[in-house]
Structure formats: C-alpha cells, structure tokens
C-alpha cells in the first residue's frame, strides 16, 4: 500500500475521467465530458515518469481521441474482464501489482482494486467500492477526482515540488 512505489496509473473511464454520463444525440452521436485538470495531471504522471492507462468495459472513438490528445500509452476498450487486463498490462511492462495505482468507481472496479498496491475511489464511486479504495476523493468522477489521486501519488513520491515549480 505504499503511493512512493507506484509506477503505472491505471484509470477506469465512464464514471471516473468523465462523470458517468453518455449523452447521444438524435443521429447517434456520442458525447462525454472530460475534466481539463484530470487531463493535466495525466501530463504530469506522465513527465514524472509514471504510466498512465485507461481500461474501459466500452468502446468509444471519442474516449480514444482523448487517449491520444494526452499521450497515454495505454488504452484497452471494451474489456468485459479488467483483472485480466490489469494482469497483461503488468506482465508487459515487467511489474508487480503492488506498484499499480488504479481508481474506479463501479463493481466492475472492485476485482483490480482489491488486487493493485493503491486503489482510489472519486466522491461519488458506489459505496461498495469506496469500502476497498485505499483513499476517496473529495472530487467526483470527471471532476478532478484523477487529478487529486494523481497529485497524491506524486506528493508522496517527492515529484511534485518539481511540477510545481515550473509553474512558479
């Protein structure tokens, strides 16, 4: 459970980067809504030399067009079973699950929660899932709730001073 081991940053998708809605239009065009500062603090992880990856049960081009707007190197859509993702995702990059950080919101959530080194939960994640999550953020899912899990992951590692500081 230590935040200063940490070197891959996995993040669940509707409900967590975006606020859990899907809005479609009458042509059946899909829409979310994606937090600017969640975006920031993926730049972040990733210059500290963090990993970061979306998992998603969904598929959507509009999920991978932000993936790609920030760079993440990870994005496995329509996963219908996340642990087993998780577990490929460890084996490429030669890991062990206790330097995972993962934040989720739903029961399909709870299997790699209970699994990972750290896992977040935002504000308004199921109470069922808030009960495994190591820390509850303050903010809601699509709201700078992976922004706050970000920014406690890299305090804990002393990089944040350094991001910190190009800004001051």
Do not use: C
């Not at 891959?8 to 479609?24: N, Q």
Request: charged residues 25%; glycine residues 8%.
């Amino acid at each position: 459970m230590s935040l200063q081991r940490i070197k891959l940053f996995v993040m669940d998708v509707d409900g967590t980067l975006t606020d859990g809605r899907i809005i479609v239009n009458d042509q059946g065009v899909e829409t979310k809504v994606f937090s600017v500062h969640d975006g920031l603090a993926i730049r972040y992880l990733q210059s500290a030399g963090i990993r970061a990856a979306w998992v998603s049960g969904r598929s959507s081009k509009l999920v991978e067009i932000r993936a790609k707007e920030l760079g993440v190197e990870e994005l496995l859509q329509g996963v219908e079973v996340k642990l087993q993702a998780l577990e490929k995702l460890v084996a490429r990059y030669e890991l062990e699950l206790h330097e995972v950080a993962y934040i989720g919101d739903d029961l399909t959530d709870l299997p790699v929660m209970r699994q990972v080194g750290y896992a977040f939960a935002p504000a308004d994640a199921r109470d069922e899932v808030k009960e495994f999550a190591h820390f509850v953020t303050a903010a809601p899912g699509g709201g700078g709730a992976v922004s706050e899990a970000v920014e406690k992951v890299l305090k804990a590692q002393g990089k944040w001073d350094e991001i910190l500081s190009r800004y001051l």
